[in-house]
């Protein structure tokens, strides 16, 4: 099963309105990363959160990583309907010392205008 | 032009030819990876490289072979080709162990 588990799978907002996204994981983990990915394209790296942090911001990006419960989750407020995309949890594997990232399913978000 | 690039970025190919997906990165980044992304299973890696010369087999390998003869180029061989590998792989690079990985465009291949 993947490392990383992204809730919901998919979330229709109105634009304005506030995005949130989880992600669970299983092991322990050095930094947890968030991708974009708009249809047909790439993943774009968006935040990284190490270990020993508790939150980030970026813009109008917020995430927060408990480790205690191995979870994060990430913020966008204010959304666009540019920000239409799929959503990626990635952690780092540190068996291999970070060498191989491994990815959720990824949560697919519709904004309306 | 500098950063990561996929070729081809659509294929269509028949059952049984062999098919090589290139992949070529300008950073001079350490790390390469190859994955393919399927509705419902999201990323999954295929391969990964080290170094050239130093590959290694990730999630799902099986049908695929790698090489790394450069550190810039990372191609992905499918030897002889099934419907099930129809797909859109993702190449991806990083400089560390540690760092962000930057991903290439895609290629969507059909096996027919």
């Known amino acids: 099963s993947q490392q990383g588990e992204e809730d919901p799978q998919a979330l229709s907002i109105q634009e304005g309105e506030n995005a949130t996204m989880n992600c669970s994981y299983k092991t322990s983990i050095n930094n947890l990363q968030w991708y974009r990915q708009n249809s047909g394209r790439g993943l774009v790296h968006l935040i990284l959160i190490r270990s020993n942090e508790r939150e980030k911001h970026s813009g109008r990006l917020r995430v927060t990583l408990d480790t205690s419960k191995k979870s994060s989750s990430l913020l966008i407020t204010a959304s666009r309907a540019a920000d239409t995309a799929s959503y990626f949890c990635a952690t780092d594997d540190n068996d291999t010392g970070g060498f191989k990232t491994i990815f959720g399913a990824g949560t697919r978000l519709f904004v309306k205008a | 032009d500098a950063g990561i690039t996929q070729s081809p970025r659509y294929k269509i190919t028949e059952t049984g030819r062999q098919v090589t997906l290139m992949c070529h990165q300008t950073?001079?980044?350490?790390?390469m990876f190859w994955y393919r992304q399927d509705l419902g299973h999201g990323l999954r890696l295929i391969y990964y490289s080290a170094a050239a010369d130093i590959t290694d087999k990730g999630e799902v390998p099986d049908g695929y072979v790698v090489s790394r003869s450069k550190t810039e180029n990372f191609p992905l061989t499918l030897e002889s080709a099934t419907r099930s590998q129809t797909s859109v792989y993702f190449c991806?690079?990083?400089?560390?162990?540690?760092?962000?990985?930057?991903f290439g465009p895609g290629t969507r291949l059909l096996v027919l």
């Open positions: 991806a690079s990083k400089g560390t162990g540690w760092e962000t990985q930057y």
């Open positions: 950073w001079s980044h350490s790390y």
